[in-house]
């Protein structure tokens, strides 16, 4: 069973700068893909990036270029480095992993959430 764990959300002024971390306890064992997602009240939850044990990355168009996403995979911690903030960055931020057991399987995993507000 994988555990992830987030810190660093908080509250910042618009233009600002705000990194995130995620650690997958119990994920040694397993090749995980990282990533980030983000969440609204009444909306669905997005996509922000993921990032392979490769570091193969992907990210939301729309998000490119404000945010990064990166790995220590030695401690299985994903970060997301977030700038040039804006109000509507205002969010819940979840952490998230996916793997695939040896039948194909896919197991995803999430974190608890951690709340960034941008303030104008």
């Known amino acids: 069973q994988v555990h992830l764990v987030e810190s660093g959300g908080g509250v910042v002024q618009a233009g600002g700068s705000l990194r995130l971390t995620c650690s997958a306890l119990g994920g040694d064992d397993y090749r995980l893909t990282l990533g980030w997602y983000r969440q609204t009240p009444g909306k669905e939850r997005d996509k922000i990036a993921t990032?392979?044990?490769?570091?193969?990355?992907d990210y939301t168009d729309s998000l490119k270029g404000r945010f990064t996403i990166s790995r220590d995979s030695v401690k299985n911690t994903v970060y997301l480095q977030m700038s040039m903030l804006k109000p509507e960055d205002t969010a819940v931020y979840y952490c998230?992993?996916?793997?695939?057991?040896?039948?194909?399987?896919?197991?995803?995993?999430w974190g608890q959430g951690t709340q960034v507000t941008v303030s104008s």
């Open positions: 998230y992993a996916r793997r695939r057991s040896s039948n194909y399987k896919t197991y995803e995993y």
């Open positions: 990032i392979t044990t490769a570091g193969n990355t």
